[in-house]
Structures are given as C-alpha cells and as structure tokens.
C-alpha cells in the first residue's frame, strides 16, 4: 500500500515536471503573447507613423523569378506588381475594391476579386499583421498554445474574422515574430489551405520586416523576396484603384449629371429647333459600361448603353425605347487623331425600317472633357452612302444654375 | 621464413584490397533517374564537399526547350528536345509566268520535337530524330519525357504520344507507335511525360489509353503490343514506371488512375492500393522487401503514404503503415537511403523517416527542386539552377557546396556518370566534373 502510494506520488511529481516543463510556451496570456509580437514587430507607434510602404524584389511563381513592387498605404491599401509565367499580373485593393488583372485568366483587364478569392486576398493588406489590431476589426482571438511547424517550436495565436475565416499565426517563441500563417486558401476559387511562410527579418529603420514570404497551396508556390523597403514613399492613391477597362478610360469623363442643350431638325431643309434636358450618365461594371436614361417631351423612355468589346477591339452602343420596343446596336471604334468615337448600326442588321425605306443611324461623341462633351447624331437612308445630320447634343456639366430650367431627363425629341 | 612469406602476402592482400577500395566506382545512366531508376548512383570517389563556387564547369550549351532528362551510355549523352525543322531541297525558285513571274517557294519551317545524341566530353550534338510535333503549353513547351538507351537502341516517347525505337549509332527510327492511334487515348495537357522503361524483352510505357489500356507491355524489338492493363479513367498522367526484384520476381511499378500499382512481365496485376492524389509525377519508391511509398500533391487526400504488400495478386493484402499530409512530391521523386526518404514536399525539400513518416528537417527555398543520391550525398537541383552538395544524413541538413549552375526554369533533375553531373534546364545543358581529384 505504502509503495502503491510512493509510486502514485512519483508518478504525479513526474507529470508535474512534464507539464512544467510543457509550460513555458502556454504559461503566457493572449495579451502577453500578442504584445510581444507587436513589440518584436517594431511597436505600435513606429508602425502607427507609417502612411506607405514599397517592397521591391524577386517573386517566384511557377519557378519563374521576375521583379515585383508591392505598395501599401493606410486602410490597407495594397497594390503588387509582379509576373507570373511572363506575364504582369497586377493585384489591388483601394479599401473597398479588390481587383486584379491576371493575363493567365485570358483577360488582360482588370477583374473584380470576389467571394473566397477575396478572402484570402484580405491575408495580405496589413502594413504589418492582424495581431496588431485584431480586436478593433473584430476578430476573435484564441491561444492555441504550443505547436510546431517544420519542426520548429512556435506559439500558436488563432483569429476568426466575423465572417468566420479563420487564420492561424505561428510565432517563434523566442522572437515572437511569426513564422507561419494557415488559413484558407483558394487555387482559382477552389478552396485549399494555405500556409504562409515569413522568414530573414530585417530592420527597417524603427520597422522589423519580413523579406521573405513564401506561400504553398495544393501544388503553388509563390516567393517573395524582397530586396529593398521603403516607408513612407510617395504613392499616388490611384494605383490602388480598380483600372478602368481598357477603351473605356477615354469615356469615363462623361460619367455624371449632365445638363444638355439639343439641337435637332426633322429633315435637311428643315430649320433646327432646341430644347435642353438634364441626364445622368451612369457607370456599372466597375466603369465597362456607360448607362444613359432619358424620357422625351413625349414620354417616351430610352435607354442608352455604351461600351467597349474588349474582345473584337471595337465600341458597342445600344438603345432601347419603350415606343417601339425596338433595341438599336451600334459598333464603332474611337478615332485617336479626331478624339471622336463613332458608331453606327450599318453593318450590326438592326437599321429600322418604315414607309418603304431602312433607316441607318450613326452617333458619334467627341470633345470629351470633364466638363462636357458633345454627341451628333445622323441617319441614312441609302444604306450608309450619305448622311445627314439631325440632332446636336451639347453636355455640360451640371451646375444649380443650368438645372433650374430644365427638366430632368425630360426634353423634346 | 614462412612467416615472412605469410606477411608479404598479407600486405599484398592488403594493397590489393586498397587498390580496390579507392578505385573510383563508375556507371553509366541509362535512362531516366539511373539504371534502377531509383535515383541513385552508385559511383564512388566523387568530391566529399564542393570548392568555393561549385565544381569545375566543363561544357555548357543551349538547348532546345524541354524537361526531358540525360541518359548516358558508352560515352554519349542522349535527351530530347523541341526545335524547327526546316525539310532541306524543298526551297525553290519555280519559273512562272505573269505576276507570279520567278515566284520563291519557301517551306515553313516547322515545330517539332527532337531525340539527340551528344558527346559527353564536349557536349556537341552528334545526331538528332524528329520525333514527333511540338508541344506548346503555358508553362513551358517541348518533351518531358527521358530517353531510355538499352543496347544499340535508343528508346523515346514525345509529348504527343510518338513512341520510337532509334538506332543508337545515328538516330534512324527502327519502329514508331503513335500512342494515341495504338490505345485510344488522348494527349494529357502537359504532353505525354512519362519515361519509357525497357526491362528485358518488354518495353513498358502508360498508353493513357480506356478500356484497360492505361499502361501497355511492348516487344522491344518489334514495338508490338504484347499486353495492356489497367484503368484510368483521366488518361495518362506523368508517372514513369520502375522494374523492381520483388520476392525473386520482376515487378513493375508505377501510378496511374488513382491507383499505386505493381504488374507482373505478362502485365497481370500483383497488388494495387488506392492513392488519390490530384497530380502524382513522383515514381513510388520500393522498400525491400515488401514496402512501397507513394506521394502526390493536389487534392484531399495529397501527401504521403507507406504500405506493406504481403501476398500477390488475388491474396494480396496491402496495409497502410503511415500515411501522411506532407511529402507532396510534385515534378520529381523522393528517394530512399538508409531508412530515410528525402524528396520535396511541394517546394520544401525534406528528409523523413521510412519507417514513421516523422519529418527528420526541412529545408526552403530551394523551390520545386529535384534530387540523387551519389556516394554518401544528396546532388539537388532547385528549380531556379542552384546545385548544391547536401549531405544525405536524417540528422540536420548540412550544405556541403553550392553554385548557381542555370538560370531559368529548372525541373529535370540532374544525372551523374563517369564522375561528371548533366543538368539542363528549360533551354540549357551544362557538365560539372565533381570526381575527387578532378578531370574524371
């Protein structure tokens, strides 16, 4: 009985000393653990003085090392400039906007990053990492304790963002600054996880940085290695802003309240007549399409849609009214020497027909500024040969004086 | 007197058996990852650790594109590569009348995949086949697959499925199969990549075709079709099959339709274990007596596993001894040595036991790397032409020398006969002489 007692006493003072000896690793609080990275990291303030930060070295992906450039500026903006197999691949996120334009994609314009592929993305815009301010974003924050990655000893802090994701941040325990990042991750929008590798840091200035950044999922690697960091460059808030879709940056300037001065006249001999009207041009698609309502004098509703076929490298108009139902396709291309766009229905096989002839109609938009443009619009009657012109359109931009004597949306057609 | 005798014969025993022990053991490369495709060599003699700035450089060349392998045998090198070929004669000035009036026809030069010979010492091309159309993809184009030399005949297989014999004097064609006519099947994205296996009579090559033509056993001599066997409903993969002594028979072993897979000479099957991996291009490794490894990346069920085969075909019984999420091989195959697997685990080349699966270290930075093992080293290759000497111990990883052999894509992994090492990359081949005490 006495030796059953000593042997249990053994036994408990051995499992003590394991577990003493366990503890180092998990004896720290969460508020502790954190701390001390935030500290390792450089401290709240030095990263609270930082407005931007410019990376620039070699990235890797699919063995292929190129240069990259990733810029940051505060509410986590982030743009990255790299290549990927030959081909520029930018990634941006303006705060509100995540984005990319991906050659591999087969589209060389930029896409909107949504869903889990936009989660994954939102691993990466911190100036630093989530831990510095995980409570203030809502995250949840656990200490997992002590695990291991690679076979090296690290703390292990779990944060689940409200929506659920969650990441995990393996911290050495001697330095506290992270190791290894899991969480999900996304092989096209096909879910994976992830692990994210952070080694070599370095000091910059009162900053300690990673410079190099390593990513594996399913069968991706990705490598940044960084050769220089910058705080506090200069960067042009516009980098991180979604590009407009190529063809169409040239029309973006028509974008807005509009007050509009038409000219138009029945028939060549006929005398013009005026009228003004206020309209609204509308972006949508991220600016890939241009949206333009009206209601005549005579009530009737037209809508108009313009944009740019990225594919066949031409314009693409289309208006539809509620008078005729009839929905009117024009193609054209932007002339760079005149700055005018032109378009027509000649050859799209949706000319109107009525009283034994087809009527052709061409528009064409020009002296595009931010602060007006113009629109002429003609119509045929011998399949194109000629045209006449019937309608002038001036926009200017709208202002309280210019909308008091008009009408919106409303005019004499 | 005698006992003089005895001692003279002792030290002449002695100076024999030295003599023996420090002549430099050397082999030739025969077809892809060595002569028992295992990656391992069995020279001896070689450099112990590398100088500073690597091992003396001995030739480099460009190179048409390509991951296919070198093979070496009786002192010629042979690989694959793409090109143009230009039909010589056809050029022509054709007398025409009116505007066509002296008209020059000129024959486009077309793409094309080559298998060629090349001289060891200089590294010069000797001959070269047209073997079959080009390959062109998004990450890289030309033949993966590595030529296998048995004989006076060379044995290739091009990225869109044209299997030929050549004449290993100058490269004539002895016989072609196209594989997608002979098996139904169709080209995988990446091109036909598979290295052919010549064993005996048989030629073994993963017809990718349905219906049980998934890998196929053809007459060396003839290339006629002797048997087929196995289903994989995806078609060809990338695994390259490996002839194995099992139990004192030949077995062939390989992966292909999410199964790991041993075959007999007549193609019957003699064990098979479920292993889906989403990409699986590492050959499995054969522990003897009885155990096999298998690793794949990609899908749920990636990683690694170790099995015990007791029993052969119907009364075979596999069991799983350890499986494991890491040691995802992607382009190139671990190896075994002294009861450690050394392989890349994606992009993170590792050392683990064979016997637990425990991981022994690891090492980054060396990308999607490949590797062999050569006389008490591991010779790896990153995938962006870092070469490094790494000693082939469980204990730590420990850098024995280095150098920056290639630049560009590098996913072949490195060949080593008659002391010298023959690496390419996509577009380039370059020697290293790494014989202790020089010029090999």
Known sequence: MRHRMIRRATVLIAGLILVAAAAPATAETLEAVVGKHIEARGGTDAWKAVETLEVTGTYTAFSQVGPFTMRRARDRRVRLDCHWNEHPVSIGYDGEDAWQINPMFQIAWAQHIRGLDRQVLMLDVDFATPLFDYQDRGYEAELLGAGDVEGQEVIQVKLTRPDGFDETWSLDPETYLEVARDSPGSDFGRPERQRTYFDDFRQVGDLKVPFYVESQWYTRTRVMEADEVTVNVEVDDGVFSVPPPPGMDKLLPMVGEWHVKLEQRPNPGAPWSENERTVTVEPAMGGALLREGLTTSQGVRVENTLTYDQFRGRYVMTSMNDFTSHMDIQEGNFDEETARLTLSNATTGTSWTGFGRTFHERNSYFDITADGFKMEQETSIDGGENWFLNAKMTYTKKTEESDSDAPAGAGED | ?440
């Open chain 2, 1 to 440: 007197m005698k006992r003089r005798q005895c001692i003279l014969i002792c030290l002449a025993a002695a100076a024999l058996a030295l003599s023996a022990v420090a002549e430099p053991m050397t082999e030739n490369w025969p077809q892809f990852r060595g002569a028992a495709r295992d990656g391992m060599s069995h020279e001896t003699g070689l450099l112990a650790e590398w100088p500073e700035g690597g091992p003396t450089e001995l030739w480099r060349h460009p190179l048409g594109e390509g991951y296919s392998a070198v093979s070496v045998a009786g002192g010629k090198l042979y690989s694959m590569y793409a090109g143009e070929y230009q039909i010589e004669g056809l050029e022509a000035t054709i007398e025409m009348e009116g505007d066509d009036e002296g008209m020059e026809i000129v024959a486009e030069p077309t793409p094309v995949e080559y298998a060629a010979a090349f001289d060891a010492e200089s590294g010069e091309e000797i001959w070269s086949t047209v073997i079959g159309e080009k390959l062109d993809t998004e990450f890289g184009n030309g033949p993966r697959s590595t030529p296998a030399v048995d004989d006076d005949t060379v044995y290739v297989l091009g990225s869109k499925g044209d299997l030929a014999a050549l004449a290993i004097t100058g490269g004539e064609i002895r016989w072609s199969v196209k594989l997608t006519e002979t098996f139904g099947s169709r080209q995988p994205g990446w091109g036909f990549s598979g290295s052919v296996l010549v064993d005996g009579d048989l030629l073994i090559v993963e017809g990718g075709g349905p219906e049980g033509k998934s890998f196929a056993g053809l007459d060396k001599a003839s290339g006629e079709v002797r048997w087929t066997t196995g289903e994989a409903p995806q078609g060809a993969g990338y695994n390259s099959p490996q002839a194995i002594d099992m139990g004192g028979e030949r077995r062939y072993l390989y992966i292909a339709g999410g199964q790991l897979r041993a075959i007999d000479h007549d193609g019957n099957e003699v064990f098979s274990h479920p292993f889906q991996a989403f990409e699986s291009h590492g050959m499995p490794i054969y522990v003897a007596p009885d155990r096999f490894f298998a690793s794949g990346v990609g899908g749920d069920n990636q990683g690694a596993v170790m099995v015990r085969v007791t029993g052969s075909g119907e009364e075979a019984k596999v069991e799983e001894l350890w499986k494991a999420p890491f040691m995802r091989n992607h382009f190139s195959s671990s190896l075994y040595h002294g009861g450690h697997i050394y392989g890349f685990d994606n992009s993170t080349f590792k050392c683990i036991s064979a016997e637990t699966g425990e991981q022994k270290w690891a090492k980054r930075g060396l990308g999607k790397g490949s590797l062999i093992y050569a006389d008490g080293n591991l010779v790896v290759l990153s995938d962006r032409g870092k070469l490094l000497l790494v000693e082939a111990t469980s204990e730590a990883y420990n850098e024995k020398g280095s150098v920056q052999a290639l630049g560009g894509k590098c996913w072949t992994a490195p060949t080593l006969a008659g002391g010298k090492l023959y690496l390419r990359s996509h577009t380039e081949m370059v020697s290293y002489d790494v014989a202790a005490g020089g010029k090999s």
